[in-house]
């Protein structure tokens, strides 16, 4: 009987301890963000809370940030979006931005590759780094 409570106690701990892991998992990881972030958008936007726009708009306190309020040059195509469509940039439109800016915005300046602007961004495939990234914007504050 002993033996079988000891086994009983071990396999909880243990499922307490997967479900933690997977629970930290599900929240996103800012550190895994901040990389991402630095390696992905760190090259057109300033993240820190100078507030400086670069080839993109500064990204300091964009969660929950008005689609469109910064003072910066947007493209055509972003600002009749968001005038027709005003939206915060919450977990769902990041996510969405994030995994194919063109698809959610056609013709936007940040996935078109030009002379003037030569790096594009044409999405992230993981949902995974995403969450870390998003994770991450939401401690811009």
């Known amino acids: 009987m002993k033996i079988a409570h000891v086994l009983s106690l071990i396999m909880l701990l243990l499922l307490v301890l997967l479900a933690g ?3 930290q998992r599900f929240r996103g990881d800012a550190e895994v963000g901040k990389r991402l972030a630095e390696n992905n958008c760190g090259v057109c936007h300033d993240m820190t809370a100078k507030r400086k726009n670069g080839k993109g708009p500064y990204l300091w306190e964009i969660y929950k940030r008005p689609a469109g309020v910064v003072d910066f040059s947007f493209s055509a195509s972003f600002r009749q979006l968001v005038e027709e469509h005003p939206f915060l940039w919450d977990d769902d439109h990041l996510d969405r931005w994030l995994a194919n800016p063109l698809a959610f915005i056609p013709k ?34």
């Open 108 to 141: 936007t300046k940040m996935s078109q590759q030009t002379k003037d602007h030569p790096v594009a961004f044409e999405g992230m495939d993981s949902s995974a780094n995403r969450k870390d990234l998003i994770t991450y914007l939401k401690s811009l504050q």
């Open 21 to 23: 892991i997977g629970f």
